[in-house]
Each structure stands twice: as C-alpha cells, then as structure tokens.
C-alpha cells in the first residue's frame, strides 16, 4: 500500500480520539472482575472496529505481537478503509491489563499515529528507558550514566536537592539494584506495578503528577508509544534495546535494525509530527477512569497533536448498551 494523500493530522485527530475511547468502553465491564485476557480482548476487537472506519491505509507497526499471536492487533496488520494518507499506528488497546483486572490506577488505552515511516518499528523485545520532561538542556540525563549521576545532574538543573526529585520505576526484581541506587542519593521512588507508557508521561508534568524522571526496563513496543506521547507533551527519552537470546536479535533484524546497541532519541523513535490519544479506563494521576452511573458510561480522553503543541481533554457520556 502506497499513498500520497496528505497527513492531515487535524483531521484524523477526532477519529483517532474516538479510537481510544471506544476501546476504553469496550474494556469497562472488565474492571475489576479478574479476566485479563477477556478485558485486553474487548478493547483489541472494539479498536481495530474503529480503526477499520478512518479513511486511512494504515499499518500497525506497534502493536500487540507477531502476526501468529492473532486475533491481536498485530505487527503489520493493515488497517483502515484503504483510502487516505498512509499512516503509521502505534497502539496498545490496554496498557494495564493487570491494573484493569485489579481495578488499579493508570490503566489506559493508547493510539498514536504519524505518516508512512515516522515510527521505529521495535521489535516485541525489552527496551531500556530514561525520560524526564519539558524545559531541561538536551542530553542533561543519558543511559550510560548511573543512576544516582542522573538523580543529581537533574537535581542540579533543576536548582533542587536529590531529596526533592522523585524517580518512577517499575516494581521488578531486575530493577532492585537501580532502586537502591537511586535511594543512596536521598531521591524518592514511586514504583508502579505495570503501565510504563503513563509512567513515562508522568514526567512531562512533573507539577501534576509529581514525578521528575522515569528509568528502567520494559517493553520497546511501549518505549515508542511513550515517546509519541513526549513528542506532543515535551520532554526527553533514550531508550536502548535489551536482548536477550538469538530468537530476540532475530526479531531485530525482522525489523530492519542493524545496530543493536544503538541508543534511539525521541526523535529517532517518531520522526515527524504524530497525533496521540489515551483514555482513562481506571482512575490516575494523568486521567479519570471510566465513570459508570445508572444506565450511563462516561470517558475522558486526552488528545494531543505534536505539530501544534496543543493539548485537548474530551469527556464523552454515552448511554450502556445492554
């Protein structure tokens, strides 16, 4: 599929809105009942429904898996009506399955999208990640630096002590040397269970969420999705990816990547303007979960286009369909 339409960001960013939150209302009667896989699946099926609806040729080069791990949305899944601009998608139908069976915070629904070959397209293998937000000198923090450097290059800019920033890691016995690391410099630590995609956003509103800084391992499919989000709400992610056996260095090469120790910026991850949307499925920091009253649903979804800096909130209340 080959396009020369133009990518009309402006255009396609309601649809993509609607994309995020349909999945999201597809996901709520999961909340909180225990079923992971009936709670990603609902959200998957509803997704890909309204993708199918924009006039796009899309292509997910994010997305949930290899083609034989189908009926996800998978890597290389062409979707849309065909007609329009060629577009890439990134997505993660439910960031948080684990937080929507559990009913946690922060879990989500996320889609992003920019032209034909703006995105990285990261093999489903482990990424290591670092971002911080808007307003600091390019390259303050960076991967080959320990833990504790980044903790106090960052409290040194930002005219603070250690004590006053506070990193966000996910809970994983990998991360237990960083987390002591990070704890020698006098820092605080906001682990989160799942959900690195609103972590790393966490830190583009530090004033918000009260996060400065997000470090740690977890999937490269969510490093690029993260970064779509920081190319629309500043700030700053390295990400590198980890492999570990041939099976993961041969997806690499599917890939097209050649350089396995290369360590991909912001804007190496998504190279020209995308549209970003997530919706609340359960109550956090950054977004409302869905609200159920009688015989009605109600989202907020956050819609933001890089091109333009702008940052729209839409709530939508929608009567349940029995």
Not at 58 to 86: F, H, K, S
Not at 152 to 174: H, M, N, Q, W
Not at 253 to 264: E, F, N, Q, W
């Amino acid at each position: 599929m080959s396009s020369t339409v133009e990518f009309h960001d402006r255009m396609l960013s309601l649809g993509l809105a609607r994309v995020a939150e349909q999945a999201a209302l597809a996901s709520a009667k999961w909340v909180g009942r225990g079923d992971e896989k009936a709670a990603d699946q609902a959200a998957v099926n509803a997704m890909r429904e309204q993708l199918n609806k924009l006039d796009i040729q899309g292509v997910v080069v994010i997305g949930e898996g290899e083609r034989d791990e189908a009926p996800m949305l998978y890597i290389g899944e062409e979707v849309g009506t065909g007609t329009g601009p060629g577009v890439d998608i990134a997505l993660d139908p439910l960031e948080g399955t684990t937080l929507t069976a559990k009913d946690m915070p922060n879990a989500l629904t996320v889609i992003a999208m920019g032209p034909r070959g703006s995105m990285l397209h990261a093999p489903d293998v482990y990424m290591e990640k670092l971002a911080i937000g808007p307003g600091y000198s390019e390259g303050l923090v960076t991967l080959d630096m320990p833990a504790a450097t980044r903790v106090s290059a960052l409290a040194s800019e930002k005219g603070c002590s250690p004590a006053d920033i506070t990193v966000c890691i996910l809970e994983r016995p990998r991360h237990q040397e960083m987390i002591e690391e990070v704890r020698s410099t006098g820092a605080s630590i906001r682990l989160i269970t799942d959900g690195d995609v609103a972590g790393v956003m966490h830190c583009a509103e530090p004033e918000k969420t009260g996060i400065d800084m997000y470090m740690g391992s977890g999937g490269a499919p969510e490093g690029v999705l993260a970064a779509s989000a920081l190319k629309c709400m500043g700030g700053q992610i390295q990400g590198r990816l980890l492999f570990r056996n041939d099976d993961e260095r041969g997806r690499a090469a599917k890939a097209g990547i050649t350089d396995l120790d290369k360590v991909y910026t912001r804007d190496e991850m998504v190279s020209e303007d995308v549209i970003f949307a997530a919706t609340g499925v359960t109550g956090g920091t950054l977004l409302p979960g869905i609200k159920r009253e009688v015989g009605w649903l109600t989202t907020e979804t956050i819609l933001m286009r890089s091109k333009t800096g702008s940052v729209r909130r839409v709530q939508y209340r929608s009567p349940i369909e029995e």
